[in-house]
């Protein structure tokens, strides 16, 4: 296993969340999330197939927009 120059705080900041997550923070259904989870200004990370944000920059985006 590789070792990385990350501390714990840091490491801590990069929690990665899906939709099922995003869902349950939003108070709506998974497809409404993922459809959200697509918006051009989303800070969408892709791992394949699977949708993916860093919970952090989650939190800034929602706090700057309505929805």
Not at 23 to 30: F, K, N
Not at 39 to 62: H, Q, T, Y
Request: hydrophobic residues 40%.
């Amino acid at each position: 296993m590789a070792k990385t120059n990350l501390s714990s705080e840091e490491m801590s900041d990069m929690q990665f969340i899906g939709s099922k997550e995003i869902a349950a923070l939003m108070g709506c259904s998974v497809p409404v999330a993922r459809q959200i989870m697509r918006r051009k200004d989303f800070p969408l990370i892709k791992c394949g197939k699977n949708l993916k944000v860093m919970k952090s920059e989650f939190i800034k985006w929602a706090s700057t927009r309505r929805i």
